[in-house]
């Protein structure tokens, strides 16, 4: 096994081994913040495979709300205002 997790690490494919580690957005945020997280995602993304999922960690369906945010340039939500542009 820990063979493996080297080989993979040599393919570059560490960062989604650590992802993976990290605890859930909802166990983060709880179930409500978590919601809400998700559907600003869901509202934004241009993705289609967005990562808006609670078993994502928090900072990763963020990145993409403010990925999603920064891409309007016009009649985007008005909570895209609480995100900072990149």
């Not at 993976?20 to 809400?36: L, Y």
């Not at 509202?43 to 999922?53: G, K, M």
Request: glycine share 6%; with cysteine.
């Amino acid at each position: 096994m820990r063979a493996a997790l080297f080989a993979i690490a040599g393919l570059g494919l560490a960062p989604a081994i650590a992802l993976a580690a990290d605890p859930s957005c909802r166990d983060q945020a709880g179930a409500e913040q978590t919601a809400r997280y998700v559907a600003q995602c869901l509202a934004v993304s241009p993705a289609t495979r967005p990562p808006c999922n609670e078993a994502n960690p928090c900072a990763l369906i963020v990145d993409e709300i403010k990925r999603g945010c920064a891409l309007l340039t016009s009649g985007a939500p008005d909570f895209c205002k609480t995100y900072p542009r990149r």
